[in-house]
């Protein structure tokens, strides 16, 4: 057998034999907590660390009335703005102290807590995961250069192109008259009118314990993990689920290009194109459609090897899956000089027209099979990211043998079925682009 062939066969049967010793050992389970919180649990010893994830459900931007669209994304850097008793300052001192990372962050379906610690320090990392979720004080000051921060950057192209660009302006464009289209921030002017009235409201009416998604990884045990969720929702209002009152939407391409001026040299290229949504048996077509054409920053993927390795034409390029509660697309991406943006575009639809017409060949599906499977068994070696994984697929319905699943069904992906699905959902005339860059297009 060809040696190029076999060594990443032999490394993914090396990855997927620990990664099926470890399921063997330590399984991921759905648990109840004496306060009555589902959750799901899995205990993993590779690191004396802890990690909790908990996602408060239909509380993102699109549930927010259209003038509150950011309230959200706000929350999520104010809650930090004061915690009990705690000021700003001194609750990052106090995680800095015992080596515990506690977060939140907000997108266009839900708010997301998360915290990371020692085993060692776990007792005073709860307490302040706690207080975090429980009590922010949310001080005037300090939330105002949030507020004024956050308004100035979610339209600054030169600040963040990509940010902006995922955020605001491509879903702007292909969900029009949808509560998606506001991206996750909505009208500057909307958000620089939010108080912190808008926030308290928001966390009494999203932040309860029946709209709670929760995943407890790590070196700890069912009866520990159990008592760590109790902690972390003592004083969380059990409440109601928040309504899932958004759409199903299929996002709309079109041929445009939309270009947004900014000095420099570069220019930064977005697009998109269409994916089947979870659970459509097609999806596992897709992602092996999509990962030869670049997904996964692969440098075998056409992206990579023809518009910069053959033609020069790009610095850097890739795609990424963005799954939504109710859409599903591929956000693309590249890197150019401003001499090049015309002549990137141009390749890239040729490379989609091909893919399109042409299909891809054994070797490719082979190649996309053994690289789609080969890395999610390196990237899931740890507990860190085994949660990660699990938590995302949690949220969009999957069962705890997802990974198996995805295993299984990326196998039995066909070369048919790949060049049969390309026909179906690639269309390089209906593109569209976004140009962040200093060229005139």
Not at 381 to 403: M, T
């Amino acid at each position: 057998m060809n040696k190029i062939i076999l060594l990443p066969l032999l490394f993914i049967l090396f990855f997927a034999d620990a990664v099926e010793e470890k399921s063997r050992r330590s399984q991921v389970k759905e648990l109840i907590s004496d306060g009555g919180v589902k959750f799901w649990f899995m205990n993993d010893d590779g690191a004396p660390l802890i990690h909790i994830k908990i996602a408060f459900k239909n509380a993102g931007s699109s549930y927010q009335e259209k003038t509150k669209t950011g309230v959200p994304v706000f929350y999520s850097d104010a809650v930090f703005c004061g915690s009990g008793k705690y000021s700003k300052t001194q609750f990052s001192e106090a995680c800095s102290n015992i080596s515990a990372k506690i977060y939140c962050n907000a997108d266009m379906d839900n708010i997301y807590f998360s915290l990371t610690a020692p085993k060692i320090t776990l007792n005073d990392a709860i307490s302040l995961f706690n207080t975090a979720i429980t009590s922010p004080n949310f001080e005037e000051d300090k939330v105002k250069i949030i507020q004024n921060g956050l308004g100035y950057s979610a339209y600054n192209y030169s600040l963040d192109p990509v940010g902006v660009a995922f955020s605001s302006i491509i879903p702007s464009i292909i969900f029009k008259s949808h509560p998606y289209e506001n991206g996750v921030v909505g009208f500057p002017e909307d958000f620089m009118k939010l108080s912190i009235e808008d926030l308290k409201s928001y966390k009494s009416k999203f932040l309860t314990a029946r709209n709670a998604e929760i995943c407890v990884f790590g070196d700890v045990s069912e009866n520990r993990a159990k008592s760590l969720v109790d902690k972390a929702f003592s004083g969380v209002e059990r409440g109601t689920p928040s309504a899932d009152d958004v759409k199903d939407v299929t996002p709309t391409l079109n041929a445009e290009l939309k270009k947004y001026y900014v000095d420099g040299p570069q220019s930064s290229i977005f697009f998109v194109l269409k994916m089947e949504k979870p659970p459509s048996p097609k999806r596992y077509i897709a992602a092996v459609l999509y990962r030869v054409l670049g997904e996964g920053y692969v440098f075998r993927g056409k992206i990579l090897s023809e518009l910069r390795t053959k033609k020069g034409l790009i610095y850097s390029g890739s795609l990424c899956y963005v799954d939504l509660n109710h859409a599903s697309y591929v956000f693309g991406k590249v890197q150019t000089d401003n001499s090049k943006a015309q002549s990137a575009i141009d390749s890239l639809k040729e490379i989609i027209k091909n893919l399109r017409e042409n299909g891809i060949n054994q070797s490719e599906l082979q190649f996309a099979k053994s690289n789609i499977k080969g890395k999610m068994l390196v990237g899931l070696r740890n507990a860190e990211n085994l949660c990660h994984f699990y938590f995302l697929k949690k949220l969009r319905g999957f069962g705890k043998d997802v990974l198996s699943e995805i295993m299984e069904k990326t196998d039995a992906v066909t070369l048919q079925e790949v060049n049969s699905l390309a026909k179906e959902i690639l269309d390089e005339k209906r593109m569209s682009f976004v140009v962040i860059g200093g060229g005139s297009i």
